[in-house]
């Protein structure tokens, strides 16, 4: 069977565009997922990720030259024989910083029947030094970062413990254990607390048969890199340059998948060989 996550209902925060979308393309396409809500504030991206990954899902499943339905914002895909769904992926606009924002849309969830797989993907940086990160900076890099993983994950932890299963996956990174790499302090500071909240998360989902994970990336090739002021070179990873956003989207599948079934807690670390734990 492997690593499937077949049938399964997936909502990846920050899913229009990098890390999130790759991830969500893996998981419609590889494991099998039967809904994938995108959250993000990118709404040209994310329709068009939701769309894309629509037409994708029917293309595997038919082999027909499957369009997306759906308008601008939303992308479902009905088996053309059966009226069948095969694989659907939404786009909703949220900012997960925002608590009403994020119970309006588990409460959509919670209605359309549960769901299995929360990928707490959405994040900013700042090159700012110490001096240039003032307070709101500060609080908005940790309001994205951290506090937006305290509010999806107690949402996700009310409907997984209910069911009595679920997987919830966060993204630390390497400026957690290093300090950051040319990164504001509220960025090395965010991701560090991802990692107790992790374990937190963990403790209270494991006799709910709810898992917590976070997986470390180093340097990936997102936009979030190649910000002309987030300067970095190949040599700075030993593994030779960025990873791909699917490198680090294969690790939340398997985490996801069955590779995961006795993984609580964790945080595994994707980084090229920049920091061993
Ligand atoms: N790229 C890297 O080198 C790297 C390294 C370590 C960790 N990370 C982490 O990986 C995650 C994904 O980053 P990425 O590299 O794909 O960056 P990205 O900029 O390509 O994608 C981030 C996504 O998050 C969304 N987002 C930002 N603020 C949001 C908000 N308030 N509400 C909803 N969505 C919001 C953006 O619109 C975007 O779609 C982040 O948590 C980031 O901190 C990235």
């Not at 700075?236 to 490198?247: K, R, W």
């Amino acid at each position: 069977m492997g690593n499937t996550i077949e049938g399964m209902r997936v909502l990846i925060t920050g899913g229009a565009k990098g890390i999130g979308a790759e991830t969500a393309r893996m998981f419609a396409m590889e494991g099998g997922a039967r809904t994938i809500y995108l959250a993000d504030i990118d709404d040209e991206a994310g329709g068009k990720t939701a769309k894309e990954l629509s037409a994708l899902c029917g293309n595997a499943h038919t082999g027909e030259n499957a369009h997306a339905s759906g308008g601008a914002h939303s992308g479902v895909n009905e088996h053309s024989g059966g009226g069948a769904r095969l694989c659907e992926c939404v786009y909703r606009r949220l900012d997960v910083a925002d608590e009403v924002g994020v119970a309006a849309l588990f409460r959509e969830i919670e209605a359309d029947g549960g769901l299995d797989v929360l990928f707490n993907c959405a994040g900013i940086t700042s090159v700012k030094n110490l001096f240039e990160t003032d307070k709101a900076l500060w609080d908005r890099i940790m309001s994205v970062n951290v506090t937006s993983v305290f509010l999806l994950s107690k949402e996700a932890m009310r409907i997984m413990s209910a069911q009595k299963s679920g997987r919830i996956i966060n993204v630390s990174s390497v400026s957690a254990y290093v300090g950051g790499i040319r990164t504001s302090p509220a960025y090395a500071a965010s991701k560090a607390a991802i990692l107790g909240l992790t374990r937190s998360l963990a403790k209270y989902g494991a006799p709910y048969n709810v898992t917590v994970n976070a997986v470390a990336p180093g340097i990936v090739d997102t936009d979030m890199t190649r910000d002309p002021d987030f300067v970095y070179s190949a040599d700075e990873v030993p593994l030779g340059g960025a990873a791909s956003p699917a490198d680090i989207a294969r690790t939340v599948l398997f985490l996801a998948g069955e590779g995961g079934n006795h993984i609580t807690g964790q945080c595994i670390n994707v980084n090229g060989g920049m920091f061993f734990a």
